[in-house]
């Protein structure tokens, strides 16, 4: 693979604005149908003609096809790029493309193409960019770039995004941004929209409402732009105002995200301890939190973390190798059980056939009540006000799921093996295991979540071993009893 590796000229330098203009409509539509498939995914054909245009140095084909993509559809593009690719698209960026598309970029493709921005061209990107996309862009930086770009920053954003900075990750402090449109509340509603229309250089490219503060700049109330727009201009803030809900700079963003949720908001004024106003959080980046959390919480109910398109082999092997350990050592000591029934299963093999089934299923009923609990306590769903009953009816339903199986399963057994007593061992195995598995797949998750453990994290490998032992000792139990 060869091409020009000197640094494109200024004037090769993408504006996507200006590089869409220069196309005919027709051409642009042409690109654009060529980029997208009915699934909105990227075409890989288009893929190539990016991967064409760059290994024949060619930068005006290769500012065409980007100036198609929306910046969101760049970023994904550079999910389907080497490293090297993504240098060369990356320098034919100019800082406002580039703020565009890095606030789109997973984190670890985000994290290899910053490695490959000269930190002047970040630190105008980073003023391109809402405060709290350019805090967690600073945030993947290396420390010795991350001062690099600071420093080449104007003092009041790098001020900003400091401040951010020094909050936890993954609270509402380091989720906000800066840009918040304020009134004092003795304002009136005329004031304040020709306060904007003069100021309107310095407004947020997005907002929702205005947060009426007093003196001490603590909100009071907001009114929404809607109802701004349609209030008569002689009434005052604090007469049409709407009352506020808060978010504590320190509050965890899935608290803060239940908050949206459950109230339905559009958006929300963040206050430091004093009450003073210091931010904003709107529902695009609760949006983000929503997904991350539910991506996380799927992924840990199975034991893995998110492999990403760059993630490496051994990075994956370490992050599913230790639960994958913990799940042999469980599964070593719910054999013992089998052990301990060997010589009744030397007497009747039939035994062996049939023991996976009630653990197999003992093993999905588990599943099946693990995923509904953790998604309830996630959710908020699930506390301590409605946990017994919550409990009593997965009792119920796991008893209920248990006669049905174990009936179908007895007569399955009866008809293949034509013996009554084994058909009746089967069926009242499975009634006791999938109902074991309801009480498990309740009590574990609630369990971990009362010691303030993740309940997504470990619990299924704790039911699973619950549901394969119980399985092994109620089968071969009742066949003790019942067979031998």
């Known amino acids: 693979m060869s091409r020009d590796t000197d640094h494109p000229k200024e004037d090769d330098v993408l504006d996507l604005r200006a590089s869409r203009t220069s196309l005919t409509s ?15 995914a990227l075409n890989p054909d288009f893929v190539a003609m990016v991967v064409d245009a760059i290994d024949r140095g060619d930068a005006e084909r290769l500012r065409e096809l980007l100036a198609a993509l929306h910046p969101a559809d760049v970023a994904d593009l550079m999910g389907f790029l080497s490293s090297d690719y993504r240098s060369e698209v990356v320098a034919h960026l100019d800082p406002e493309a580039l703020a565009e598309i890095l606030s789109e970029l997973d984190t670890e493709i985000r994290e290899d193409v910053l490695e490959h921005v000269p930190y002047a061209t970040l630190a105008k990107a980073l003023g391109e960019m809402d405060s709290d996309d350019a805090v967690d862009v600073v945030d993947d930086l290396e420390d010795d770039k ?71 700049h603590k909100p009071v109330g907001a009114v929404p732009v809607s109802h701004l727009l349609r209030t008569r201009r002689d009434a005052p803030l ?11 700079v320190q509050m965890d963003q899935e608290e803060v995200a239940y908050i949206f949720d459950k109230y339905h908001l559009i958006s929300a004024p963040v206050v430091e301890p004093g009450g003073r106003l210091v931010g904003q959080i ?37 992050s599913r190798l230790p639960w994958l350990i913990l799940n042999l050592l469980t599964a070593t000591i719910a054999v013992s059980v089998i052990a301990a029934f060997q010589n009744e299963i030397a007497k009747l093999v039939t035994l062996a056939i049939l023991m996976p089934i009630v653990a197999g299923v003992g093993g999905n009923a588990g599943t099946q009540t693990l995923a509904v609990a953790v998604r309830a306590l996630a959710s908020r769903e699930l506390n301590a006000s409605n946990a017994t009953r ?95």
């Open 238 to 248: 604090a007469q049409v105002m709407e009352a506020i809900t808060e978010i504590p």
């Open 282 to 318: 709107t529902v695009d980046d609760i949006v983000g939190v929503i997904q991350d959390e539910s991506e996380e919480d799927i992924l840990a109910l199975a034991g893995v973390s998110d492999a990403g398109r760059d993630a490496g082999v051994l990075g994956i092997v370490r």
């Open 390 to 484: 919550i409990f009593l009816r997965e009792i119920c339903v796991g008893m209920i799921d248990g006669a049905v199986l174990g009936s179908v399963m007895s007569v399955a057994v009866f008809l293949w093996f034509h013996d009554l007593r084994l058909s009746l061992t089967v069926g009242l195995a499975l009634i006791v295991n999938v109902s074991i598995a309801a009480v498990v797949g309740t009590l574990v998750p609630l369990t971990l979540d009362r010691l303030g453990r993740d309940p997504a994290v470990s619990s299924s490998v704790f039911v699973t071993f619950a549901t394969d032992s119980m399985g092994f000792l109620s089968f071969l139990g009742l066949a003790a009893v019942i067979l031998l």
């Open 146 to 216: 991350r001062a690099q770009v600071l420093a080449a920053m104007p003092e009041i954003e790098r001020t900003a995004i400091e401040s951010s900075l020094a909050y936890e990750d993954e609270t509402a402090g380091r989720l906000m941004q800066r840009e918040v449109v304020w009134a004092p509340q003795f304002w009136t509603v005329g004031q304040t929209i020709d306060h904007f229309l003069k100021e309107a250089d310095e407004l947020p490219e997005l907002f929702f409402d205005v947060y009426v503060v007093d003196p001490s």
């Open 26 to 40: 027709a051409e642009v539509e042409d690109l654009e149908d060529l980029a997208l498939g009915e699934d909105y």
